[in-house]
């Protein structure tokens, strides 16, 4: 369950009752929209359904009966988000707002490249900027993921900007090989792997290009910086980093 503070309150009214239930904001909109796949028991902040949520008041067992055929919470709630209007403070809403910036922020310094400097990542801190120079709004009540093209249709006349995928090989000498690679095919899509005679091991990996900066920080810490990368351009070509 989630805390009374992380919860909206989705309402219905029917019958001449109303009825209220306490849920994530994210899990009522994919309700609402048929997309979630989730534990409902994991989202709500209250196995319950309220007349006044705010006061604990309850509708009468007979009113669930008339309106849902059914007492049971977990059968209802989704019900009342479906079929009714989801309430958030300014306050809420805000808050919302913010970390869904946040997110949005995240989502594209970890895909996002700069195509005018040999696709390095784009800081956070840059497409911050350039969100707020293009007066670029996220919208609280909408999926990250559904605003990502319009964003980025709003950065373009600021930044060079686009989405792209990196391959890298790593090689990581026989003494750092053992416990290094486990945590190195973990970052990424590992499209292939080899040991060597000597104990060393050498695995290629793809993975969002905007990520390039935390895959060599973490190819260093487990090598103590003795390991080698390759920006794979195709197949026949390498690039030293």
Do not use: C
């Not at 001449?16 to 979630?36: H, N, Q, S, W």
């Not at 709003?154 to 990581?172: G, Q």
């Not at 792997?193 to 290009?209: C, K, R, T, Y």
């Amino acid at each position: 369950m989630i805390s009374l503070d992380e919860a909206v309150t989705a309402r219905l009214e029917s019958h001449g009752t109303r009825f209220e239930v306490l849920v994530d904001p994210d899990a009522a909109l994919a309700i609402k929209r048929d997309e979630f796949e989730d534990d409902l028991e994991d989202v709500i902040a209250a196995e319950d359904v309220f007349e006044d949520a705010s006061s604990g008041d309850r509708p009468a067992a007979a009113d669930l009966e008339t309106v849902f055929d059914t007492t049971d919470p977990l059968e209802i709630i989704p019900e009342v988000i479906r079929r009714g209007d989801i309430q958030i403070t300014a306050e809420q809403r805000r808050e919302m707002q913010e970390q869904k910036h946040k997110q949005l922020v995240n989502r594209i310094a970890r895909n996002a490249v700069n195509p005018q400097m040999d696709d390095a990542p784009h800081p956070p801190e840059r497409i911050e900027r350039a969100l707020e120079e293009a007066g670029f709004t996220v919208d609280p009540m909408e999926p990250v993921e559904n605003q990502v093209d319009d964003a980025l249709d709003a950065l373009r006349p600021i930044i060079p900007i686009r989405f792209d995928e990196v391959i890298i090989a790593v090689k990581l000498p026989a003494q750092h090989a053992g416990s290094g690679q486990a945590q190195i095919r973990e970052f990424g899509d590992l499209q292939r792997e080899e040991w060597q005679s000597d104990g060393g091991w050498v695995g290629v990996l793809e993975f969002p290009a905007g990520l390039q900066n935390d895959f060599y920080d973490l190819v260093n810490e487990v090598s103590s910086g003795e390991a080698e990368t390759r920006v794979v351009k195709d197949e026949d070509e390498l690039s030293t980093r």
